[in-house]
């Protein structure tokens, strides 16, 4: 699963836009797989 990270200057909202509509530059990609026994033990601890 692609995960896209930059840094928060790089993100805005164009004029008019919809709300959660952003846009952004110099992303760079992450690809993980998620792991359902992690996200469970996540859970578990918060």
Known sequence: MP?????AGKLRK??????????FEGQQTLYVTPDANLV????ANH
């Open 40 to 43: 469970r033990q996540l859970k």
């Open 3 to 7: 995960v896209d990270y930059l840094p």
């Open 14 to 23: 164009p004029n008019g836009a919809k709300p959660g509509f952003v846009i």
